[in-house]
């Protein structure tokens, strides 16, 4: 059984950073693409940023020199640095793997950038 766990999420100020991380178990982690999403509300899910197995890195356009997705495969867990961060990176923030075909979604961690 897949899990994914998140964790880092939080209320932060304008500018400030928060690191998520998601640790994954039942899947075989070297080989799978591990992503990020994020959900503001009344919002569509959009991928925030994606790692392959083999490193390749694919950020989007609204975080692109701010967030920084990586992964450490001896440890199962791929985190999200996010740098100056700004209100509207307010979201519920979901780790995502594929691998083989098949899709796995963490529960989600509460990401709040407020003065």
């Known amino acids: 059984q897949v899990q994914l766990v998140e964790s880092g999420g939080g209320l932060v100020q304008p500018g400030g950073s928060l690191r998520l991380s998601c640790a994954a178990s039942?899947?075989?982690?070297?080989?799978?693409?591990m992503g990020w999403y994020r959900q503001a509300p009344g919002k569509q899910r959009e991928l925030v940023a994606s790692?392959?197995?083999?490193?390749?890195?694919n950020h989007a356009d609204s975080v692109k020199g701010r967030f920084t997705i990586s992964r450490d495969n001896a440890k199962n867990t791929v985190y999200l640095q996010m740098n100056s961060l700004k209100s509207e990176d307010t979201a519920v923030y979901y780790c995502?793997?594929?691998?083989?075909?098949?899709?796995?979604w963490g529960q989600g961690t509460q990401v709040t950038v407020s003065s």
């Open positions: 995502n793997a594929r691998v083989f075909g098949s899709e796995s």
């Open positions: 039942g899947i075989n982690f070297r080989i799978a693409t």
């Open positions: 790692i392959t197995g083999g490193g390749y890195t």
